[in-house]
């Protein structure tokens, strides 16, 4: 019961697919209470209230990039879990750019300045609000979700990888403000190619999902893998990790060629 008594929130389940939704059924697992939320349109879209009865709690609608829905997310979880919380976890992303296949060279600017708004500022504006209303526990825990992409191109992944980049620089950037005031820890996660809906949706994602297995000594992390490595994070037995961009994704990201990969070209 590693977050027995511990209280938070988790961002972005959509379905079964879903990391954020593997990640609320481990904390439930391990003692954690939460409150749920997602955009409107993905809860239309979702299956978020049967995460929500199977872990016996609610779901607060909320567009992550609005300042008024997130404070009321915030005010709302305190109210509803009886006091300050203990973790987050922000795992949002969307591109227009990449959903409607536009060339990297040929980006709709309009597009990703949506894509950088919902995929990163987003995860500023959460803290922020967290922040201003003091909703934090000292020595609390907060995660967003990333991708290699953001130090290494990966053409296929468009604008996201700005994205993912700008996200990791305002956890950095946040955490040293968060650990000085109330030692809170901020990470991002550098997750395997998962399968999932937004995974899913990326032109090639297949074809590279088997060229990092192929890569990775371990083979690619599944999001149940990743879900137990946010319960770690969220608990107290990493109290001094914070403003860390983590490698989740079976040694991939140090591997610089595998046997696997050389015997296809062999």
């Known amino acids: 019961m590693l977050l027995e008594n511990k209280k938070g929130i988790i961002f972005g389940a959509l379905d079964e697919r879903s990391i954020a939704w593997k990640v609320a059924e481990k904390v439930h697992e391990q003692g954690g209470k939460f409150v749920l939320t997602n955009a409107p349109i993905a809860l239309r879209m979702g299956k978020i209230n049967e995460l929500a009865e199977k872990c016996g709690t609610t779901v607060i609608p909320a567009d992550a990039t609005s300042m008024e829905d ?72 907060i995660l967003a979700l990333t991708y290699i992409a953001a130090q290494e191109a990966y053409p296929f992944y468009s604008d996201m990888a700005d994205a993912k980049a700008t996200l990791e620089s305002i ?3 946040f955490g040293y403000h968060y650990g000085v005031r ?14 999932t809906s937004a995974g899913s949706g990326i032109a090639g994602f297949d074809k590279f999902f088997n060229f990092a297995e192929d890569m990775s000594p371990l083979g690619n992390a599944d999001a149940d893998s990743c879900a137990d490595y946010c319960v770690t994070l969220f608990s107290d037995m990493c109290r001094y990790v914070t403003m860390q961009n983590l490698f989740h994704d079976g040694g991939y990201s140090t591997t610089g060629i595998s046997s696997k990969v050389m015997e296809k070209w062999s």
Do not use: C
């Open 70 to 141: 997130l404070n009321n997310l915030f005010t709302q979880a305190q109210e509803q879990l009886g006091g300050k919380l203990d973790f987050v976890l922000h795992s949002i992303g969307m591109s227009p750019n990449v959903r409607k296949n536009k060339a990297y060279t040929d980006l709709n600017h309009d597009w990703f300045q949506k894509t950088l708004d919902i995929s990163a500022l987003s995860f500023h504006k959460t803290m922020q609000v967290a922040w201003d209303q003091d909703a934090m526990k000292d020595w609390g825990s």
């Open 171 to 173: 956890g950095r950037s």
């Open 182 to 195: 109330n030692k809170v820890r901020v990470n991002t996660i550098s997750q395997s190619p998962t399968v």
